[in-house]
């Protein structure tokens, strides 16, 4: 247990004491979860299985293009660079639009 007077600890102390609880719960929880994966490892065992076989967890992948939203705008010089028109504008189309240019000129089949 804690057996020490917090207001008799200097700043420097006590922040080290924060970094210290902070790591002490990371690695609690840390530890907390081998026993878990452990124990459910022998339980799977026991059974005749292993736990990735259980588990079956699909594996997580990036975006894939069915997520990505498709193409509105072309750069008029470099058809590589397109924005779908979401988000935040590439610099390029605020170049164009401050240039005069209109956000239409840059659709795509327009």
């Given at each position: 247990m804690f057996n020490q007077d917090l207001n008799a600890m200097s700043l420097k102390e006590l922040r080290?004491?924060?970094?210290?609880?902070?790591t002490a719960i990371e690695t609690?929880?840390?530890?907390?979860?081998?026993?878990?994966?452990?124990?459910?490892?022998?339980?799977?065992?026991?059974?005749?299985?292993?736990?990735s076989e259980l588990a079956a967890i699909p594996v997580r992948r990036g975006r894939t293009s069915a997520t990505l939203s498709a193409a509105k705008y072309r750069h008029p010089e470099n058809p590589e660079q397109t924005w779908s028109g979401r988000g935040r504008r590439p610099a390029w189309v605020?170049?164009?639009?401050?240039?005069?240019?209109?956000?239409?000129?840059?659709?795509?089949?327009?």
């Amino acid at each position: 247990m804690f057996n020490q007077d917090l207001n008799a600890m200097s700043l420097k102390e006590l922040r080290q004491l924060q970094k210290d609880v902070a790591t002490a719960i990371e690695t609690y929880e840390a530890r907390q979860k081998e026993a878990a994966r452990l124990e459910l490892e022998e339980l799977a065992k026991a059974r005749g299985y292993s736990l990735s076989e259980l588990a079956a967890i699909p594996v997580r992948r990036g975006r894939t293009s069915a997520t990505l939203s498709a193409a509105k705008y072309r750069h008029p010089e470099n058809p590589e660079q397109t924005w779908s028109g979401r988000g935040r504008r590439p610099a390029w189309v605020k170049a164009v639009l401050d240039a005069g240019g209109s956000l239409e000129s840059l659709r795509i089949g327009a």
